[in-house]
């Protein structure tokens, strides 16, 4: 049973029926998937940071991902943009969309280098590589330049 919403505030409820031996659960998760591949296609893992690595402010460093696993699917965007944030012992992360490290690449370069910034010392850091959640690093490590 479903309800909806008709014009002047009325709420219908209707009841769909299937076959005894037909569940509309496969239809819609197969329609779900058909709509959503190419999205689900275009997060590539990022290669590194990988956990534990430690980056030094000042030093220029590469961040990396796998491109094979976009499948030959051309991104909507072709520009990337990577972030940095932290990630929280609770498993909440925060991303300073406000500053991206780097911007306007090729991501289907499958890399890109960049600077890195000066930023208080922690080992909780991540980097994200403008898209979905999957696209989110390891935690990794930045250090002052004198340390």
């Known amino acids: 049973m479903f309800s909806a919403l008709r014009p002047g505030g009325v709420i ?13 659960v496969p239809l819609v998760q197969a329609l779900y998937l058909k709509r959503y591949r ?18 030094t402010v000042g030093e220029t460093r590469t961040i990396t991902w796998d491109v094979t696993t976009l499948n030959g699917a051309q ?3 072709p520009q990337g943009k990577v972030f940095l944030g932290v990630l929280y012992a609770n498993g909440t992360e925060w991303l300073d969309y406000g500053n991206p490290l780097v911007s306007g690449f090729p991501i289907l370069g499958g890399n890109v280098s960049l600077t890195v910034p000066s930023v208080s010392a ?8 403008l898209g ?16």
Do not use: K
């Open 12 to 24: 219908s409820s209707h009841h769909i029926t299937t076959p005894p031996n037909l569940s509309l």
């Open 38 to 55: 190419l999205l689900l296609a275009m997060s590539p893992p990022i290669t590194y940071p990988t956990a534990g690595t430690v980056w």
């Open 75 to 77: 991104p909507s965007n």
């Open 122 to 129: 922690g080992e909780n850091y991540i980097v994200c590589l």
């Open 132 to 147: 979905s959640s999957g696209d989110i690093s390891p935690p990794f490590a930045i250090v002052g330049a004198n340390q």
